[in-house]
């Protein structure tokens, strides 16, 4: 689905594994989809079904398995509709957009009938540029690159982030000049010296 100058927008399509705070970035997402879509970045709103896309993972189950998804997945969002409604959006801001994310942990898991699901969803993403995003601890990756072949030759790009991070002075500067700029954007009162200092010593705690 090109722009009318020719280009696509990439599709990333976020599978929420367990405990990978997948529901803290749904909500940061839906929280801020009109600063993203400014930024030409889609979280799309059409087929969301609270802060994330559950509806688009059960219709590929519902029609692949042929189970019945609880209304909960859905909200109020007609059964069998999800990908069109995707597919529309996605064309309505035209070349407004660069990139598209979805979301939903209901992606995850799901073995029994992949192929058909596979293919199913090609169709529906047919002439978009797809990147699967998977987020999960370095244990779960090694696993999965040493036990499956398909793993390895599907997910050829791993992004690790630090656990840990240095107690010093630019980086305390740095802390606080992120959380005097979410106050900022946010419209919320401004931090003093000792909330910093309180915000600061939970950090090192959390460490």
Not at 58 to 72: A, F, Q, R, Y
Not at 180 to 204: C, F, H, N, Q, W
Request: charged share 25%; net charge negative; glycine share 8%.
């Amino acid at each position: 689905m090109p722009s009318p100058d020719g280009r696509m927008p990439t599709v990333y399509l976020h599978i929420g594994a367990p405990k990978t705070a997948t529901s803290t970035l749904q909500s940061v997402l839906a929280k801020n989809t009109g600063r993203l879509l400014r930024s030409g970045v889609l979280y799309p709103e059409s087929m969301r079904s609270a802060d994330a896309h559950h509806v688009l993972a059960c219709d590929l189950i519902e029609k692949c398995h042929g189970n019945t998804m609880s209304d909960v997945w859905y909200g109020p969002v007609p059964r069998g509709e999800g990908w069109q409604r995707l597919r529309d959006e996605i064309a309505q801001h035209g070349n407004a957009i660069d990139s598209v994310i979805v979301s939903s942990e209901l992606f995850f898991g799901q073995s029994r009938g992949l192929e058909a699901m596979l293919a199913e969803m090609a169709g529906h993403l047919q002439g978009l540029d797809v990147k699967v995003v998977v987020l999960g601890d370095r244990y779960a990756y090694h696993l999965l690159y040493n036990m499956d072949e398909e793993f390895r030759k599907i997910f050829k790009v791993k992004a690790e982030f630090d656990t840990v991070m240095a107690k010093s002075q630019e980086n305390v500067d740095k802390y606080m000049n992120f959380a005097r700029k979410i106050t900022s954007e946010e419209g919320l009162l401004p931090v003093d010296v000792s909330g910093m200092a309180t915000l600061i010593e939970y950090g090192v705690r959390l460490g």
